[in-house]
DNA sequence: ACCTGAACACCGTTCAAGT
DNA sequence: ACCTGAACACCGTTCAAGT
């Protein structure tokens, strides 16, 4: 929107050792810039989730004033977009690959993925509702070439996409948000088992319980896999 | 956690036709209750999304201070919790059921999910992150029994439902972040037609635009079952 | 070009008080 | 038992001003 910019005035010149007045932090911070923004964002959403990041406390945590932010950024928006592309970025196959086929491929990037969100577990619950950033749109469009040269036709390739796509998501978000502690845990399946007349069957199994969530989401993702692509 | 209920004082007593004072709301408000305060939420999340949902909006259109609701309710967090539960109630299948076997069931069990958090959009990514209501924890009973029926071994049961959920939430949660405006839509896109050469696939395949999210919905819904269902 | 503080219009919630 | 207003400790952001 601005024409602010960001991008050439690393060069920070020579600084001549600045003098630290008393009341000043001793060690000047190094000058704000969008990747130092970003970049403690993710700290800050990494240490204290969504519910964490504060422009106020952004700027603190860069040792400036509040307002000194908007002068990189947009808005709060702007740092939840620029935040969450970049920890999705994606470091491509691993060496071993080539010899793995497409559907190797495929599953990698799939679990990739999610293995990126689960790291930052603000993540995923934060993607649905935010632009696409160059990151994403870099894995989607790697997602459609691998599906595109695995025999798929064009026709079936945008649904085979986003049921992908929407597996993934699903898996994750749902994974993090039953990642509570054991006490939440234990006391969500206690409060089951008080109404255990009214839900038998899940209080039988477990449900809310004993899951393996890494070995569901294979499974599941191998279904899918089978039925959205040929041969 | 606190003593506080709601149930029983629905009597109200014979409030003896209340003369209405002069800069008082003619129409006297029913008193507040649970109820009430859960249905005006559903009505103000449906007006204005999440973001609109405040204590002090909330109370307003009650007619009551904003302090009032915080006797029939612990805090915002709780009336997140009752709102969602209280817009996903199954109404269990159609009259022609029966004759279509536990399959047409369970699709129909997973449409209707999907339908009813559709027709409140904020509900599909709110619900991740919320506690599961009776209404939530009924569809989960009622899918892990059908499934159950229909020849799904037990050790199986938890890994095909939460494959299920994950797909139907992932799904839901796309579909309501992709319904932009068409403006936006365009936007997207050609932002993406900007970067064709860096995004050549799914820009020649249109992904962000032309999407049947139904039929991939049912699509992807039919290959997971063909997988996790027997025979 | 980059950073700042004061100020505005909001939040959720505590508390002591009213009826 | 139920409701209230004042007050507290926060928000995101505008604006006019500093260097």
Not at 66 to 94: C, I, Q, T
Not at 126 to 136: D, E, F, K, M
Not at 137 to 154: I, N, P, Q, W, Y
Not at 198 to 225: C, H, M, Q, V
Request: hydrophobic letters at 40%; charged letters at 25%; a neutral charge.
């Amino acid at each position: 929107m601005a024409a602010k910019r960001s991008g050439a005035q690393n060069k920070r010149s020579q600084r001549k050792s600045v003098s630290p007045q008393a009341g000043q932090a001793l060690r000047s911070e190094p000058p704000l810039s969008r990747e130092r923004i970003v970049a403690t964002a993710v700290e800050l959403l990494d240490a204290e989730g969504v519910d964490g990041l504060t422009m106020r406390r952004l700027a603190d945590c860069l040792g400036s004033g509040a307002m000194s932010l908007y002068w990189h950024v947009d808005n709060k928006e702007e740092v939840f977009d620029l935040a969450l592309d970049a920890v999705l970025e994606y470091r491509g196959p691993p060496q071993t690959a080539g010899s793995q086929g497409w559907r190797g491929e495929v599953v990698h990037m799939l679990e990739d993925w999610r293995a990126s969100m689960l790291r930052h577990p603000w993540s995923a619950s934060l993607l649905p509702r935010r632009a696409l950033g160059p990151n994403i749109l870099g894995r989607l469009e790697m997602l459609s070439k691998t599906l595109s040269r695995a025999g798929v036709a064009d026709a079936d390739l945008n649904a085979a996409i986003w049921s992908l796509w929407n597996y993934v998501m699903g898996a994750t978000i749902t994974r993090v948000s039953f990642d509570l502690s054991d006490e939440d845990m234990a006391a969500a399946q206690q409060r089951l088992t008080g109404l255990s007349e009214r839900y038998p069957t899940i209080e039988r199994s477990r449900l809310l319980l004993d899951n393996d969530w890494d070995g569901a989401f294979r499974k599941g993702l191998d279904f899918l896999l089978d039925g959205l692509t040929p041969g």
